[in-house]
């Protein structure tokens, strides 16, 4: 059973420029969760979709977007990148709603913003 | 405001040993508090998971320990290997909403 698939792995961008991440979440799972990764902060929360509808966003600037379709696949876009959004991006995928139980991690797509 | 506070940031522990991570969360309606292992260049992983109507869970050589009143749970990694060494992250969460991770406590392991 193929995981959870994150494209692209590495990007590089400048400040101003905007950027898509996609992750297509394990055959079967409704849900798809973003977080963003960084040294010393942890895993912070983005937001979650279920059946093409957010249920949860945490706390970020409306910079960070994202949407699902309706194959479960789920895109996120973040607009006039700054330097401060050099993170690991993490999807996750679970088969209903996340706080349910586990969440399955893609290997995440590391951007870094010059 | 951090919702779980994680510590060490670090730990390093000879082969054999104890390795021992703690949490303490605030909002007293979290009931689901699962631990994630990372190894670099991978993403977190479900390690073990406990909902608070038990005070301990043992999975082979993980366990964790609950204590609702003090809200605090940490992980207990018994008989650690060099294999162990990862960055472990604990988080907690409830119906509805999102969960809250930890800042992670990079685990290593010294054969």
């Known amino acids: 059973k193929a995981g959870v698939t994150q494209t692209p792995r590495y990007l590089i961008k400048t400040r101003g420029q905007q950027v898509t991440l996609s992750c297509s979440p394990i055959?079967?799972?409704?849900?798809v969760s973003w977080y963003q990764q960084t040294p010393g902060q942890g895993l912070q929360f983005l937001f979650e979709y279920f059946s093409e509808t957010q249920r949860n966003k945490g706390n970020f600037p409306g910079r960070f977007s994202g949407r699902q379709f309706s194959n479960s696949r789920s895109e996120m876009n973040v607009s006039t990148l700054e330097l401060g959004d050099s993170a690991l991006y993490l999807c996750?995928?679970?088969?209903?709603?996340?706080?349910?139980?586990?969440?399955?991690f893609g290997e995440g797509s590391r951007l870094t913003v010059l | 405001q951090q919702q779980v506070k994680q510590s060490p940031q670090s730990l390093i522990v000879q082969k054999g040993g104890i390795s021992i991570i703690n949490c303490a969360y605030e909002n007293t309606a979290f009931d689901y508090f699962p631990w994630y292992q990372q190894f670099p260049g991978k993403g977190p992983a479900l390690l073990i998971a406990?909902?608070?109507?038990?005070s301990e869970k043992k999975e082979g050589r993980f366990t964790i320990s609950f204590n609702k009143s003090a809200k605090q749970f940490s992980l207990h990694i018994m008989d650690s290997q060099p294999g162990d060494s990862a960055t472990y992250f604990c988080a907690a969460g409830n119906t509805g909403n999102q969960f809250y991770f930890g800042t992670g406590t990079s685990l290593t392991v010294i054969p």
């Open positions: 406990i909902r608070p109507d038990v």
């Open positions: 996750a995928s679970s088969r209903g709603a996340s706080w349910l139980g586990e969440l399955f």
């Open positions: 055959s079967g799972h409704r849900s």
